[in-house]
C-alpha cells in the first residue's frame, strides 16, 4: 500500500468516524438499531452537493444537510413512537423514500463537485503546515481538515453524554421503565437521539462529497453496517464504560476499519476488488456478533478440561 | 395529601379476558403516614400503584396530590411528585450506568435535565456520604458499574435513589419480594429508618402480613379491586396476623380459608373447596 491509498484510508474513515457516532448514538445509547442512515447519508451529500453546486456557500450547504438528516431521523422516530412501527421497518420505510427525495433534491443520479468551493476551503490556512510536511498536499489538508471537524464534533458529543440530558438519553436507551420513573419523558429523547444520529450522518454525507468531488444517490448502501463495524471494531479494542474513551474508540474504530479494507483490497493474493467491501463488511459484522457466542462456550470448555 | 376518588380500572374491557382490577377504589393517606397494603394476587395492589405512578390510566375517578389534581398527568410529569422503587431490582436501576450515574439520574427527578454536567465534585461527594449509610461500601465504587451489584445492593441504591430528592409520597411495590430472607430484612429495616429520618409518605406493597403490621402506621387490605379493610393507631398494634385474617373475612362476610387468602387461591376453587367440606361432614 502506498502512502496516497494509506491517506485516502485514513480520509474516508475520517468520514466515517462521523457515521461511526451516529450509529453509536441510535445503536448503543438509545438501543434504537436505525437503518435511516442508509438513507440520510446520500441526503447529506445531496442536499450538500445540489446547493453548493447552486452556488450556496459551503458553510450553509452543510448545516442544510444536517438538518435535513436530522428531519430524516424525526420521521423515522415518529413512525416508531407515534405509530407503534417496529424501528428496524420504520428506518427501512424512511431510508426507501429517501432514495426518491435524494434524486429529486439532485434532480439527477449524481452531481459532481469538482472546481467548487468546499468546507475544506475553510482550512487553507493549514496549507503551510501541510507543505513543510512534505506530505502530499490536497489530500493531507483534506485529512487535518477531517480531523479537525471530527475532533469537534467528538468533544461535543462527549460532553453532551455526560450531561444531565445527555445521560438521561443514556437512561432512556438502557432502561426506559426506570427513565419514566425518574421523570425523563423517553419519547422527547428518542426524538432528539435519533434526530441527532442522522444529522450526523448526514454531515458525514456532506463532507464526503466535498472530499470525494461528487454526489451519488447509490452511497448510501451500507453506512449503517460500516458504522456498526466501526463502532464494534473500536468497542473490541477499547473495552470501557467511560463515554470519552467510548466516542474516542468510535472514531479509532472506523479508521482502523477503512486502513484495514485498503490493505485487504491493495493485497493482491486475495483475488479482492473494491467493489467487494460491502460483502468484506457484512461478513465481517457478522463474525463479530458471532464470535462472542462461539468463543465463549468454547473457553468454558478449556476450562472445565484444564481443571 | 394524596387522594383517590372512585378510582375504576379495567383490563381488556370488551374482552373475554376484561379484568377490572379497581373498582371504586377510595383512599386518602395525609401526610407523614406511611400505609402497608395487602391483599391476594389479582386484589389490585400493582393496579394502585401504576395509578398513583402514572403507569395506569384510571377509567373514572381522580388522584389528587396536596390539591393537584394529577389524573391526566403522564408518568414522567408526575416523578417529580411520586418516587417508586419497583419489585425486580433490575427495573429500578440502569444496570449500564455506573452507580454515580444512577444517583444522578436520581437527582435531577423532577428538575430540568440541563446541559450542565451530570456529575461534579460536590454532586460525588453528596452520593458518597449517602451511600456510607446503607453500610454496604459502595461509597467507595462510585465508578462501578451497576450490573456488578448484587440484587439487595442494587435495592437499598434504588431506596435511597427514590429518596435523594423530595416528593409527596414513596411507592414502594414488593420491594424486597425477590430478595434472599436476610437481604429482605436489612432493605425492609433501611426503609423503616429512611422513612423515619425524613418523615415520608409512604405506601409498601406487601405480600407478608407480618411485615404489613410490623412497619409503617396504617394498613389497608385490597380484595378484588376495593378496600375491605383499613386500620392505623392503637387498634393496628394490638392486631397479629390471625386477627387480621379474621377482620378480612368479617369485612367480605367470605368463608375463605386461611390458605386461600395467602395463597391467593381464586374465588371458584375456594368455593370447590367449600362444597367438598359440606359434603364430607
Redesign the interface.
Known sequence: MNLISLIGAVEIGLVFALVALGVYISFRVLDFPDLTVDGSFPLGAAVAAAMISGGINPITGTLAAIVAGCLAGVVTAWLNIRFGILHLLAGILTMTALFSVNLRIMGRPNIPLMNQPTLIDLFAWLRPLVEASGLPGRPTLKVLALLIIVSVVGALLAR?L???????M??TG??P??????????EMHTYIGVAMANGLVALAGALFAQTAGFADVTVGTGTAIAGLAAVILGETIFRT?SIVIAIFSCVFGAIGYRIAIALALNTGWLGLQSSDLNLVTAVLVAMALILPKVVNPMRSLLKRSAT | MISLSDVHVTFGRGTPLEHRALRGLDLTIPEGEFVTVIGSNGAGKSTLLNVL?G?ARPERGSIIVDGTDVTRW???????LI??V?QDPM????????IE?NM???F???SV???????DASRRSLFREKLSMLGLGLENRL?D?MGLLSGGQRQAVSLLMSTLTGMKILLLDEHTAALDPRTAAFVLELTRRIVEEQRLTALMVTHSMRDALDHGTRTVMLHEGTIVFDIAGDQRKSLDVPDMLNLFRQARGDELSDDNLLLGMGAKQAAAVKVGKTASS
Open positions: 453532551f455526560t450531561s444531565e440530558f445527555g445521560l438521561a443514556r437512561a438502557a432502561n421503565r426506570m427513565a419514566q420513573a425518574q421523570g425523563i419523558p423517553s464504560k | 405512578s403507569t403522564s408518568a414522567p410529569k408526575r416523578a417529580k418516587a417508586r419497583f427495573a429500578g436501576t440502569c444496570e449500564r450506568l455506573s450515574e444522578a439520574l436520581a435531577s427527578r423532577g435535565r440541563s446541559f450542565g454536567r451530570a456529575l465508578g458499574s
